[in-house]
């Protein structure tokens, strides 16, 4: 296999992976121009509370504490059109209205374990949207500076290039 194969098989597995609005807004692009849904602050924490199910706080901070909330509404906003926005915000009111239809309670005011209960049951009855706001969390926290350099290994001036080197039993992988 040449270079020019490699590279063209590792486009096809990361496009299958990440969707170019979620690598524009990584990359601070704006590909929206036109409407976009305005957000409420009761969504936003709500968008919080969500992605810190996903990306917990463990030995570091988690989603939350990085404020991949605020890049959720930024990429959804700059990077989405409005009809994929109305979407993927419906998606985020069907969880609350689901956690309210079966605890009595909204998602935000949920304990810990039926929060878990209720990102568990999205994967299933509400699939699409899990998976955009997985994937959302998931960027938005290792391409902030608390993923980037408390969850990753960061070497911020690096030395010569080693390619292929053995990671020690508990070390982290690198941020790049």
Request: a neutral charge; charged letters at 20%; proline letters at 5%.
């Amino acid at each position: 296999m040449n270079r020019r194969e490699a590279i063209q098989r590792v486009t096809y597995l990361l496009g299958g992976v990440l969707s170019a609005p979620l690598m524009a807004g990584a990359m601070g692009e704006v590909l929206n121009t036109g409407e976009s849904v305005a957000v409420t602050a009761d969504q936003t924490a709500l968008l919080a509370e969500v992605a810190d199910i996903i990306i917990p706080t463990t030995g570091t901070p988690g989603a939350k504490a990085a404020g991949v909330e605020k890049f959720i509404v930024r990429v959804m906003r700059d990077c989405y059109e409005k009809a994929d926005q109305e979407k993927f915000y419906a998606g985020l009111a069907k969880l609350d209205a689901d956690s309210q239809a079966k605890f009595g309670k909204g998602f935000v005011a949920l304990p810990l374990d039926q929060k878990n209960e209720m990102v568990k049951q999205s994967t299933v009855d509400n699939k699409a949207f899990f998976l955009t706001m997985k994937g959302l969390t998931v960027t938005g926290y290792f391409t902030s500076e608390i993923g980037a350099t408390q969850a990753l290994e960061y070497l911020p001036i690096p030395g010569k290039f080693e390619a292929c080197i053995p990671i020690k039993p508990g070390q982290k992988a690198w941020a790049i």
